[in-house]
């Protein structure tokens, strides 16, 4: 089962990510995602679909994303690319921008990743340790979403980061104006805003601690009674993380999907592209 994209995660696509719609702590590698009809749960880990196994592939943490730092997106329309800020800014502890919060004449914005880490499992590692074990055909997690209606996603890396810099254009390569102060006032919180090496039109974001933003996973199978792996196309699984989260309605034109988080609040998902 595939999921569809839209320009709100191209960003993160492009270079080979899915996104988290609204960043968090959130999804260490080998954490479970479970769909079934209308909900996506964390389910758990890994290593509860299988016994015998041995021992779990090593997550290694902290890496830096030297394929991530650096890049700057292309330029998207300023209602999508608040759209995205929004969520990022909510992650780090601070307030909303308005599409029309007098800030601004931008028509336009770009994001920019620096200082981004990345914590991750070698998928092969993780086919290894899959074949090395036996089905546990009493989890219900099989019936449920591999041999059921449903669909299993194993996550296998993870992006973190804790500040952004956004640039903000009245066309392509004319820079908009900007009032720092009132950005600030507005998001106000544990999030810092300061213009960014000089630039009158670029403007960083920074929080007090690493939020994931965006994953790699695969989906989860079994083939005569062996567990088995198979990439998602980039981009094709967006979630949004949320500690109170609203009741189900419309997310940047698509349906919300109800992904449940133990002790963790409520993930969201858009269905997808096959």
């Known amino acids: 089962m595939g999921f569809c994209s839209d320009d709100s995660n191209k960003y993160l696509r ?6 988290v719609r609204l960043p968090s702590d959130f999804l260490p590698p ?6 079934q009809g209308g909900t996506i749960e964390c389910v758990g880990v890994l ?14 943490q902290d890496q ?8 700057s997106t292309s330029n998207m329309d300023i209602s999508v690319g608040l759209s995205i800020l929004n969520g990022l800014i909510a992650g780090l502890g601070g307030g909303k921008l308005g599409v029309s919060g007098g800030y601004t004449d931008a028509r336009t914005i770009t994001f920019e990743f620096n200082n981004v880490v990345f914590d991750s499992v070698a998928p ?14 009493a989890n219900p997690l099989l019936e449920e979403y591999v041999l059921g209606n449903g669909s299993l996603y194993a996550v296998t890396e993870r992006l973190r980061a804790s500040e952004i810099t956004v640039s903000f254009e009245t066309n392509q390569g004319v820079k908009a104006n900007l009032d720092v102060p009132v950005i600030a006032n507005q998001v106000g919180g544990k999030v810092s805003v300061n213009i960014s090496g000089g630039r009158t039109n670029a403007v960083t974001f920074k929080g007090p601690k690493l939020l994931t933003f965006g994953f790699k996973c695969f989906e989860i199978g079994v083939r005569q009674g062996k567990i088995t792996m198979v990439s998602v196309k980039p981009g094709a699984v967006a979630t949004a993380i949320e500690d ?8 940047l034109g698509g349906p919300l999907l109800n992904i449940k988080a133990p002790r963790r609040g409520m993930i969201d998902a858009h269905p997808g592209e096959s």
């Open 64 to 71: 830096t994303a030297a394929n991530i730092n650096g890049k």
């Open 14 to 19: 492009d270079m080979g990510y899915n996104v």
């Open 124 to 137: 092969l590692d993780v086919g290894n340790y899959l074949r090395g074990g036996q089905v546990d055909v």
């Open 47 to 60: 290593s509860g679909l299988i016994t015998g196994a041995g021992t779990a592939p090593v997550i290694t």
């Open 244 to 251: 109170e989260p609203e009741a189900p309605g419309a997310l």
């Open 30 to 35: 080998l954490s479970l995602l479970g769909k």
